[in-house]
């Protein structure tokens, strides 16, 4: 605002201040625009503010006039001095402008060493002429120069055709990038152009790297390599670069020159790979790991089944649970074998596989082969037959695992692909001499046979002889290249001949070795025996008349029961001192079955006397096993194993029969004197699975061995440091402290020198005895435990007369431990588990009980938080533990749940309360056992060592009244102290409420039932 209309309003209205009098007229237009007045107030501040602005305009232009007057005044002295100066300028002007000229055209004449101009030459018209003929020659030289860049610039466009091509400065400015840069690294030009190189700001690679390019190109010489970059978006790719630098004349780098190849897809295939090997080698280490723990996990499963099963045949069967239970054990050993060969397949193929040397029966392991196939081949009607050629020896040293992982292979082929007919293993000797032989094993079937093409292809890894038949019968197609490798590593040869339509031989041939003293097999001297085999199958039959007629006996075949009985009748009337003493009669026969026959030979009074039959059939036969029980036979179960049918005929006619079990490798009566002597000697064993340490337990105590459980490596050091024991079993997989490592523990206190340490492992891979015996262990025994491996190794240990207190059944053999009926538990069959020992199965009982009290409470939290893993477990560990126990019932629900929780983890209410009810009732029923036990004769407390007893429960008394956890370690000595005495279910109730964490019901229950208050 104009000073004069400032002052004059600051008077008029009375403000002093200016900068007062501007916020009122600012507060005044405000006022003017606000919605706060009526319209004719506004209008009216409004036209008041426009009006002080054309007063101000008006001084505004006053002002004005007044200095363009002043100004007009002074204007004529001025343009007299302008216009002089003006001519001066002009004057200069011109002179520069020749001198320009004069300058240039010497530049140019120099350039082209021509005469310059003298410093008289000052005409413009002469100067101008000259320029123009230079600028003449220069547009020349110019064109010349544009056809050459233009070629150059062709050459440019082919590089940028086909190389990522960028110039910086020194600096590392960006001063030129072609399409191939802007293209792999995803900016515009104009974002490069001026900027920092992308590659050295974006760059992965150290700092080494980038001092190494800077260096090289600074010098002026030439870098060479591959380094990484990342794009616009940050997706990395990678160059195969060459910079050179532009040198001045100095030879001082001005600028450089970035060719580059993008590598990015090679880069990435590099990577690919060497993170497929990586994958690979991971993945192998995996699987080694996987499959020892698979080992592991299976063989823990296996040491029950094996364990428990030799426990239960040592117990009082009938001959079919005896015959039953001896399959079971035979299967769950050949099962064992064909486990461990497929776990062992990588190091066939790795060329790692080992073999090993052992005294084998052959009879024992066809046996074992027939448990595995024969099940399928009855399924099927399949006849099964060996036929063994009776001049073999039994015994051999080989490998047996895997001769019976071949013969398995081979026969449970055959029995896939054989519809009809019947199914013959042979063995014959190809040659031998002394302490040598070569066996030649053939399996051939009647099946659907195999072309010549399907034969080249039949032993390879993973293929059967073609799709069709994998779809229709199944399989892998890894049991023929198994199989080829294991007996090309035994240094034998196989092969194949077959027929399609009509079935298939496949043979292979075996070098083993015999023990010379042994190699003749016994003659049973079966001179003046007369024999007849009746068996409508020409194979089955004619095996065994050759296996006769070796042994001496006078022997004929018939294919029918009528025959046979014609045959009887004709030689007990024309020949009655000459009797049939065996007849052979097979089950099955068309027309008159074995059964029908049977019972006309007892009944027809022609035939007199009556020869000894030996009944022959499937050995899962009830009927025939019913009819040798009652008629005053002999069952002899096909497929014939040589052995058994020679003991059979020895049987009939009356006498000893062979052992068919070597002498070391079972406990004879020689052992078990042995073994007496070893009674009572203390035996630590480290084991952390609870059906393991059952099974260990229960094979150790059968033979009067005292043990003691030690759960993981740590409690087995601190064990020893309490107690002495004659030999440690060290299972070398463990929590917390492992087996390897207790032992190197062990082996530094020399006070264990002595201490004989057997390691117990179920790893299948190879290294598992040397790290073994590199830990400090003596000796090794694989897992499933076999029963008579166990004693031999406790005999070879540990030295006869050291014997402590003996523990057997003694004090529980006549003890009524358990009541005829338990809810939901079938008492007969858990008791059968345990070989009758009562003492064993009402302890395992009591610790179901306290272990499953609060089963259904943990199931229910883990399905509320969703935490399937922790129910799966649940529910697996019920389901095992219950049919253990003899609880099916409550064991099928288990495993129901356990099956449902795999799939799904909603609707479980109905079979979740199913599980509950069916345990519920067996919790209930097992609170008959806190009753005391139905015993006059179970052992006294009074045989205890009483200062020992009272020691120990009166440290127990103080920590439970401090709740100190202590007291659970006490509890467990108690437990073992008491065992097999009237104070063992005192010593469950404690445990279990210790173990629960209840201090005051366990000194209740201390108080109301120790000796000292009876």
Known sequence: MHPLLTRQLKRLFGISDEPKLTAALLELRRLANSDGLQEEARNLLGGLDRLLGQIDNTYQQHEADITLRDQSLEISNEEIL??????????????????????????????????????????????SLLMSDLVKERQQVQNKLERTLSELERQKSAIDQHAIVSITDTSGKVTYANEGFCRVSGFQRHELIGKKHPQFDQTDQSAAIIKNIWSTIRRGHTWKGEFANRNKTGTPYWLDATIVPFLDSQGEAFQYIIICTDITERRIFQEQLKDAIHRAESANKAKSEFLANMSHEIRTPMNAIIGLSHLAIEGKTDQRQHEYLSKIQSSAKTLLSIINDILDFSKIEAGEMTLETVDFSLSELLEQVCTIFCFSAEKKSLEVVYSIAPDLPDRYFGDPLRLGQVLTNLASNAVKFTEQGEIVISVTAEESQQGKIRLRFDVSDTGIGLSEDKLAVLFDSFSQADSSTTRKFGGTGLGLAISKSLISIMEGEIGVESTEGEGSNFYFTLPLQIDPERETPKNLQLHGIRAMVVDDLAKSRDT???????????AIGKACGETCIEELQRCCREEPTRPYQLTLIDWSMPGMDGLQLLRTIQSDPLIDP????????????????????????ILLTKPIIPTAFLNAVLKALGRPTL?????????SGRDVENIQGILGAHILVAEDNPVNQQVTRALLEHYGLKVKIAEDGRAAI??????????????????DIDGYEASRIIRQDATY?????????????????EESLASGMDDYLPKPIEPDALYAMLLKWIQPGQAGHIFNDEYTSSAILLPEHLP????????????????????????????????SGRISMAILENNREEALHLAHALKGVSATIGAMDLSTAGASLEKHLKTDMEDLTEIHNRVTDQLYQVLDGLKSLDKPPESATSRPVSTLDQQTLQTLLSNMKPLLLNGDLQALQLVEQLHEMVRGTEMVSTALELKKHVDAFDFEKALNTLESHSPSTQ
């Open 82 to 127: 302008q216009a002089n100066e003006k001519l001066r300028r002009k004057e200069r002007r011109q002179h520069a402008i020749i001198e320009s000229l004069r300058h240039t055209a010497n530049e140019l004449l120099r350039s082209t060493h021509l005469p310059e101009l003298s410093d008289d030459e000052t005409s413009l018209e002469k100067l």
């Open 544 to 554: 065994i008349l050759k296996t006769f007629r070796f042994h001496g006996a006078n």
């Open 610 to 633: 009556k020869p000894r039959i030996i009944l022959m059939s499937k050995y899962n036969n009830d009927q025939a096993i019913r009819q040798t029980e009652t008629r005053n036979t």
């Open 659 to 667: 052992r068919i079990r070597h002498e070391a490798t079972s406990v």
């Open 718 to 735: 601190e064990a020893l440091a309490k107690t002495r024991f004659d030999l440690v079993l060290m299972d070398v997989q463990m929590p």
């Open 753 to 769: 020198d002595e201490i004989p340490i057997i390691a117990l492992t179920a790893n299948a891979m190879s290294g598992d005895r």
């Open 824 to 855: 939901g538990i079938d008492v007969e069959a858990g008791l059968k588990r345990m070989r009758g020992n009562q003492a064993l199965f009402r302890d395992l009982l009591l610790r179901f009980r306290a272990d499953y009290e609060h089963w």
